[in-house]
């Protein structure tokens, strides 16, 4: 039993020498797993096999009636896997900035914080990177609970040679972040208009009405010119106010709790069957004007039970007239035998955009 406060640094100082040891032999089998992969052809990442990790171990979690909880296991073993995928072959991912963007957030989320990230200043530049091989990955917004669907990503993915290999769904939360240390000396806030728009009520509860609102292209930005500035403050993202060194005064300050972003990330192989899969596909129906074409495509998906998730319209970029095509996700692998036979029927009006495991909160 320890008593003081020395005993108790030098045992955990004891099991900080066996973490250290115990990580190094894990990461000997991992920079093995990365020969095997690199011989092989096989993906580094892989979304079912870490999903399945953290499930088994926060199993075994519950059953030893362990400390952490589950949130915590999944935060420390995402960092963990990160560092092994750099291990087993360093890979560079490109998303839609700026650097301290959501999209940034959602990227560091799934790829960990040593990963080499290129910010660009589009989707479709994202893109571009990725069918040019300058990025192995590439992580987009594609859903926003409040704003809808991307339609960007939607007609880029449409003629695209990338595949969907993942999607996460994050919740979007604004920090309210200032370098003062008193409310009423804060003479200017920066933020995107929307994010202006997203806390009016912490705006008026926390008397800031006569500061200047000043509306900037990001959130991102209004960090950084938060940090230059000691009277004024910033509404951002929590990874914005880090990454710029700006003290955060508020968390969670948008007025309503609960809005999220669905962002996919992109690459260019097929993931295997998980048994808990979402395929994507872009449907270009050969007569979209024929009364009750639609009705009879879906009707062989209710026949072959595959249940779907979402269809989404967009505006034909090839048909005159009034012709729309049609996103659409469902349930199950696209290499599923159900899931073949309808393809196959249809060959000439879809175009598969991946198959992947499918994201853990489905708030959209």
Known sequence: MMETLDECRIAIDLIDDD???????????????????????GAIYRPEREKAIIERLCAKNKKDTGLLNDDAIEALF??????????????RIAY?????????????????????????????????????KRAKFGVVPIENSRD????ETLDLLAKSSMKIVAELYM????????????????????????????????LSEHGLHDAELIPVESTAKAAILASQEEDSAAICSHIAAKLYGVPIMFNDIEDEIGSSTR??????????????????????????LKAGA?????????????????????????????????FIDF???????????????????ITWLGSYLKGETSAI
């Open 19 to 41: 973490i250290l040891d115990l990580l190094n032999k894990r990461m000997k089998v991992v920079e093995r797993v990365g020969e095997i992969k690199n011989e092989t052809g």
């Open 78 to 91: 995402l960092e963990l896997f990160a560092v092994s995928r750099n291990l087993e072959l360093p890979e």
């Open 96 to 132: 839609l900035g700026p650097e301290g963007s959501f999209t940034h957030q959602a990227a560091e989320s799934r790829f960990g914080a040593m990963s080499d990230y290129l910010s660009l200043s589009s989707i479709d530049s994202v893109f571009k990177t990725l069918e040019a």
């Open 148 to 151: 809808g669907i991307v339609g």
């Open 171 to 202: 919740p979007i939360h604004m920090s309210f972040a200032t370098q003062s240390r008193d409310l009423n000396g804060i003479k200017k806030i920066y933020s995107k208009d929307k994010g202006f728009g997203q806390c009016r009520e912490f």
């Open 263 to 288: 962002f996919i990330i992109l690459s260019d192989f097929e993931n295997a069957i998980s048994g808990e899969d979402k395929t994507s596909i872009f449907v270009q129906l050969k007569d979209t």
């Open 294 to 326: 639609l009705v009879e495509f879906l009707q062989d998906f209710d026949e072959a039970n595959i249940n779907l998730s979402k269809i989404e319209s967009r505006p034909s970029k090839t048909q005159g007239g009034f012709g729309y095509w049609f």
């Open 331 to 349: 349930y199950g692998h696209i290499q599923e035998q159900n899931i073949q036979k309808v393809i196959s029927k249809h060959k000439d009006e």
